[in-house]
């Protein structure tokens, strides 16, 4: 049995656990969301013995060199000592106001105030410890307030009580910001993609906005994909983005035609979000590309920019990889 030495403990990590959960059950504050070695929050640093390479997937070559590890993805057979990432910030943050943006997706609004890039995501924690990611859409030069749109999952947990349960003026706590898909284009002509399925959108949202703000002058497509048209959300701001930057356009896509068209809703393609890439952008060689949204979803508009001649080295991601569903998660 291996044992993590942590500030002044000695812990035993059982034959059956993870890091994250060894230091989590010895009551230690450990910053997580996903468990799945996706959003990067457990991010802890091997300070003597050695670094299961496994538990680096997915990290920076310069973070695996200075012995990063995912506490969530490690399941050390050696005692090591580590230490937090000093890094990760937490803060307090009130709810200033929260409503519904189309049948299921909440917008909400914080007050907050600390450092981050549109396009990044942190982790949302209840009182009661219940943690969950959610993407940055608000642009800290633009939004007063932290803007996240959240997907009402019928059973979900978090989302669940977001949407029935938690009001303006209560607190939430908020840690990050984590990630690294956000706009840092230094060619301020290359031509952008930008595509998510459903609240996708919201990193894309501020991507967008920051990369017009920073005066980005190359043509930015933004390409989002929904079942049906009442599952698209933000079209009037998007809309009125277009028609203040020439440079900016908006495909929204969705599976299932409209039965009854009341107000039409313009550019409105029917589809499959794969095929509308590979039919509208089949040459991609030269452009930065940015994909949100689910994981199987993103993972196959990867291959696709890919396919169309995206280098991997522009394609930038984030995958909503859904948390498990543990009381302590
Ligand atoms: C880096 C990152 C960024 C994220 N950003 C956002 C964001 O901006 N907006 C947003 O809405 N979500 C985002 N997510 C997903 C979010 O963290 C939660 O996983 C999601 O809100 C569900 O949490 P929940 O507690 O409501 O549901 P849970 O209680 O965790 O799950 C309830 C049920 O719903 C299922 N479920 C959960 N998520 C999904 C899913 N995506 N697709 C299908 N079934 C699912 C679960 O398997 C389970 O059966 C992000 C995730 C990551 C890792
Ligand atoms: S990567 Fe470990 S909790 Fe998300």
């Given at each position: 049995m291996a044992i993590v030495n942590y500030q002044d403990c000695a812990i035993e990590i059982g034959a059956d656990q993870s890091l994250l959960d060894a230091l989590l059950d010895a009551g230690k504050d450990i910053p997580h969301g996903?468990?799945?070695?996706?959003?990067?929050?457990?991010l802890v640093q091997v300070t003597e013995g050695e670094a299961p390479e496994?538990?680096?997937?997915?990290?920076?070559e310069t973070q695996k060199q200075q012995g990063y590890i995912l506490a969530c993805q490690c399941h050390p057979q050696q005692d090591i000592r580590i230490e937090t990432d000093a890094s990760t910030n937490s803060y307090r943050a009130l709810v200033n106001s929260k409503h519904l943006e189309s049948r299921d997706v909440l917008r909400l609004r914080l007050d907050g105030d600390f450092d981050y890039r549109p396009g990044q995501f942190v982790n949302l924690i209840r009182d009661d410890g219940l943690s969950r990611s959610y993407s940055l859409a608000s642009v800290p030069e633009l939004d007063p307030e932290l803007e996240f749109h959240i997907r009402l999952h019928p059973d979900g947990q978090f989302s669940g009580w977001a949407g029935n349960e938690l009001q303006t003026g209560e607190e939430l706590e908020i840690q990050g910001p984590f990630g690294d898909c956000f706009y840092s284009v230094s060619d301020k002509v290359k031509p952008l993609l930008l595509a998510g399925i459903g609240t996708g959108l919201a990193p894309l949202y501020g991507i967008v906005r920051d990369a017009l703000q920073q005066g980005h002058m190359g043509p930015i497509h933004l390409v989002t994909g929904a079942r049906?048209?009442?599952?698209?959300?933000?079209l009037k701001e998007l809309k009125s983005l277009s028609s203040r930057y020439p440079q900016f356009s908006y495909t929204p896509v969705v599976l299932e035609a409209p039965e009854a068209v009341n107000e039409p809703i313009e550019g409105l393609t029917v589809g499959d979000l794969n095929q509308v890439i590979k039919d509208q952008f089949s040459d991609l060689s030269g452009y930065a590309v940015y994909l949100c949204g689910s994981e199987q979803r993103v993972n196959s508009l990867r291959r696709q920019a890919f396919l169309c001649g995206a280098s991997m080295k522009e394609i930038f991601y984030d995958l909503f990889v859904p948390a498990v569903s543990t009381e302590s998660a």
């Open positions: 996903c468990r799945a070695g996706a959003c990067q929050s457990c496994n538990a680096q997937s997915g990290l920076k049906t048209s009442a599952n698209l959300y933000l």
